[in-house]
């Protein structure tokens, strides 16, 4: 079979994992990171409304990944709606669209994926640029017309140009992260040196209180055993 006779409906994903409007990030976070999926179409009554990329949970979180700890990155996650991030301007297509057209929207639109629909609008389906990208090198021995080839070539330019954007932020955030650490390090080692500090100062000032203490107990023992000496002195000569 052709490349050119390929239809959306024989490589597009019927088995997608889907979400509500109200559903939180962090559920989205999980499935994307256990399924190793970058795209999760939003539906309502079995129509699309809206999509959630990665980049949508990396816009939502990133700013806030360096402020937090796990356990808080999780709460903040799960305090935002899918709906308050996916996007609502959604590109479809439909499941007797040619793979051409499919490539030929993506890289017209900047989009990474295509929900499709059925004419009546229910979603069936979706269609990624991996699956494009796999589509073109997986197609039998017949070579595709330059126009095609092209679209496919395009495609997976793109495709690897997200995930060396997707690398740099990671990369990014890890030296954010180290440098947090070390900046933290050396805030502990003067918190550290300024309590030795303070110790020593609270010793040296407990020592001075003490001094007068010790003087005044000492000058009331004088004087106890000046007056035992006086009253022995007394009862001697009697």
Request: charged fraction near 35%.
């Amino acid at each position: 079979m052709a490349s050119a006779g390929i239809r959306v409906e024989e490589i597009m994903q019927t088995e997608v994992v889907t979400l509500q409007r109200s559903d939180r990030l962090d559920l989205a976070d999980d499935v994307m990171r256990l399924g190793r999926i970058r795209h999760m179409p939003v539906l309502a009554s079995g129509r699309i409304v809206g999509v959630v990329s990665n980049r949508d949970l990396l816009a939502a979180g990133l700013s806030r990944a360096l402020e937090f700890d796990l356990q808080q990155r999780r709460a903040f996650l799960h305090s935002v709606e899918v709906s308050e991030v996916m996007t609502e301007s959604v590109t479809s297509i439909g499941p007797d669209a040619p793979l051409r057209e499919a490539a030929e929207k993506m890289v017209k639109e900047g989009i990474g994926c295509l929900p499709v629909v059925k004419s009546e609008g229910t979603f069936v389906g979706l269609v990624t640029e991996t699956d494009l990208v796999r589509a073109a090198l997986l197609r039998e021995a017949a070579v595709p017309d330059e126009a095609e080839e092209g679209l496919l070539g395009d495609l997976g330019g793109r495709f690897e140009h997200d995930v060396a954007s997707l690398r740099r932020i990671r990369d990014e955030l890890r030296v954010q992260m180290h440098l947090a650490r070390a900046e933290a390090g050396d805030l502990f080692e003067e918190l550290e040196q300024r309590w030795h500090e303070l110790e020593k100062r609270l010793e040296q000032v407990a020592g001075e209180a003490r001094k007068p203490m010790d003087e005044a107990r000492d000058a009331a023992r004088g004087l106890v055993d000046e007056l035992k000496d006086g009253y022995r002195k007394i009862r001697n000569s009697l």
